[in-house]
């Protein structure tokens, strides 16, 4: 959980190297923005995945887990990560 201007935020536990700042969205608390290919790599580097575990993984386990209003974002920069 991360704390700013007393609001407090979720975190993706391990993702903090792709943290790309705070998202609003609608009337709700600011929450959490992640790079996705960030965290992608992230997986890639730490765990060892492979690019298509690592995408898997995030979807299945990151992205798909909905913690409430101050679940964080995952933000596609330019294209969408892409198994080769």
Do not use: S
């Amino acid at each position: 959980m991360l704390t700013t201007d007393d609001v407090e935020m979720l975190t993706a536990d391990g993702f903090e190297d792709a943290i790309i700042g705070v998202a609003e969205h609608g009337p709700g608390e600011p929450v959490i923005a992640y790079d996705f290919d960030k965290c992608v790599k992230i997986l890639m580097t730490r765990d060892g995945m492979d690019p298509e575990e690592a995408v898997e993984f995030m979807y299945f386990n990151v992205t798909g887990a909905w913690l409430g209003k101050k679940t964080p974002i995952f933000v596609h920069l330019g294209q969408p990560f892409e198994c080769n």
